[in-house]
């Protein structure tokens, strides 16, 4: 099964370094706490095109559990605009923290 990324986005100006720091680490324990509900990955964004954050999930249906309209109210009352979610299925992640290549979500030996 494929795993799925969400990029969302929010039309923000970039903040600074120690704002970006600061609000990434203030929920990051929600985020780690979704480990047991399919979040492999948050990266969180900050840049002249907004702030947001890339997700990975194990599966879409993990995704869509988390992603729900009630969430994406949440987070409209919470940054003061309404976020762009971009879903995309993943099959091939080249990871090298962990030396590997995985397909969905197995590592693979390295073909040439």
């Given at each position: 099964m494929?795993h799925?990324i969400?990029v969302?986005?929010f039309?923000?100006?970039k903040?600074?370094?120690?704002?970006a720091?600061?609000?990434?680490?203030?929920?990051a324990?929600?985020?780690?706490?979704?480990?047991?509900k399919?979040?492999i990955?948050?990266?969180?964004?900050?840049?002249?095109a907004?702030?947001g954050?890339?997700?990975?999930?194990?599966?879409?249906q993990?995704?869509?559990?988390?992603?729900?309209?009630?969430r994406i109210?949440?987070?409209?009352?919470?940054f003061?605009?309404?976020?762009?979610?971009?879903?995309?299925?993943?099959?091939?992640?080249?990871d090298n923290?962990?030396g590997?290549t995985?397909?969905?979500?197995?590592?693979?030996e390295?073909?040439?």
């Open positions: 494929a799925c969400v969302v986005q039309d923000l100006p903040r600074s370094e120690e704002q720091v600061k609000g990434g680490t203030s929920t324990p929600v985020y780690r706490g979704l480990a047991k399919g979040l990955r948050k990266d969180y964004l900050n840049g002249e907004g702030t954050g890339v997700y990975l999930w194990d599966s879409l993990s995704a869509q559990a988390w992603f729900t309209e009630a109210a949440e987070l409209t009352e919470r003061g605009v309404r976020p762009r979610l971009t879903w995309y299925d993943t099959h091939v992640t080249v923290l962990a590997e995985r397909v969905n979500g197995e590592a693979v390295e073909v040439a």
